[in-house]
Every structure is written in C-alpha cells, then in structure tokens.
C-alpha cells in the first residue's frame, strides 16, 4: 500500500508547494531524498543511486510528509543567510515554512507532539509514556 500517497491525498492536506516553474531547485521530495534542494550543488557519490523512501504505516507516511516540508524549508532558509535580497526564494521559503507548520500540527493532532516543546501545557498527564514507543513495531 502506498502510504505517503493515502497520507498526502486523503488523510492529511495536499501541502507540498509546486515550483516546478524553478529549474535550479529539485522537487521538495526529490530533495529530500537526495539531500539537496539545489541542484547545481549536488553531486552524486560515485555510481551511487539513492533508495526512494517508502513509509510502512500511515504515521509514518504523515511523519515523512512533516520531514520533507521542514527540509525545504530550512534548505531555503540557508540560502536566504546568503541571498537575503532574492525576493522568489524568500516567498518559496515563507510557502514551504507555512505548509511545514500546518502539516506539523495536523501531525500533532492526530498523531502525538513530535517535540517536548510541542506538548500542551495544560496536559493532565505525561503524553510521552502513552502509545507505542519509536522501537515497537505498529
């Protein structure tokens, strides 16, 4: 079953922004992948090819869906500490930045805060203990 697809198309909101139109930047997803939004600043490793991540459960597909917007983000975010003035990139960031907070709290909702910061401060009891630990299999 593809999950990351069941996670981005019925579960959660469609949210990785299109910028196809912009040939220097790879896809949110083939960057994360590859490890670089940029592509004049990647360089594959050898005859190396990159193993497509595929989620196992629809957690993990909403989790991957969290990590790839925040990737983006912080990608443009970097390159905006050295390009402050380039207007398209600071829009693509606020975008990215935008989809990754909405889809981090959609995570949340559903599945549990991702960060201690991230817990409710009025929560009754101690969230962390309930529900299968990052080990146990789902």
């Not at 469609?14 to 139109?21: M, Y």
């Not at 930045?97 to 401060?121: I, W």
Request: negative net charge; charged residues 15%; hydrophobic residues 35%.
């Amino acid at each position: 079953m593809n999950y990351f697809r069941q996670c981005t198309n019925n579960q959660m909101t469609q949210t990785i922004p299109d910028h196809s139109g912009n040939t220097c930047l790879f896809s949110a997803e083939e960057g994360f992948n590859l490890g670089n939004l940029f592509k004049n600043l990647y360089t594959p490793y050898g005859q190396m090819t990159n193993f497509a991540l595929q989620p196992c459960s629809p957690r993990q597909a909403c989790l991957m869906q969290v990590q790839i917007l925040e990737f983006a983000a912080h990608e443009l975010n970097l390159y905006l500490d050295t390009h402050p003035d380039d207007e398209k990139m600071l829009a693509l960031f606020n975008e990215y930045n935008a989809c990754a907070l909405k889809v981090r709290k959609e995570f949340e909702v559903k599945f549990g805060p991702l960060a201690v910061s991230d817990v409710n401060a009025d929560c009754t009891s101690w969230i962390w203990i309930q529900g299968p630990w990052p080990w146990e299999r789902q």
